[in-house]
């Protein structure tokens, strides 16, 4: 079982940037792929970024520009710096791990964008 923690979460205003931080356990992260999804209220969970085990990464078009991950093996740490940020950003961020069949979820980290 692995265990995934999100971290960075908060409130900041429009135009502004945070880092949202995801911490897994185990000794074989670095084999993981690494995905931040998204949920804002009333709507479906919404793929935003990945990052392969060798470090291809892949954005979503809402994000495509403003949002970059990246990740630290050595740390067991993947990272999702995101600027300018708009109030459609607003929504719970959860972090996956996944290997072949099998996924692992964090319980998220709230980012609400609102002067």
């Known amino acids: 079982q692995v265990q995934v923690v999100e971290s960075g ?17 185990g000794s074989i992260f670095s084999r993981y792929a690494m995905a931040w999804y998204r949920q804002a209220p009333g709507k479906q969970r ?13 954005y979503g ?10 990740r630290d093996n050595a740390k067991n740490t993947v990272y999702l710096q995101m600027n300018g940020l708009k ?16 996924n692992f979820w964090g319980q998220g980290t709230q980012v609400t964008v609102s002067s």
Do not use: H, M
């Open 9 to 25: 979460g908060g409130l900041v205003q429009p135009g502004g940037s945070l880092r949202l931080s995801c911490a897994a356990s």
């Open 87 to 102: 109030p459609e950003d607003t929504a719970v961020y959860y972090c996956n791990a996944n290997l072949g069949l099998l």
């Open 46 to 58: 919404e793929l935003i970024a990945s990052i392969t085990s060798g470090g291809s990464t892949d």
């Open 61 to 70: 078009d809402s994000v495509k520009g403003r949002f970059t991950i990246s």
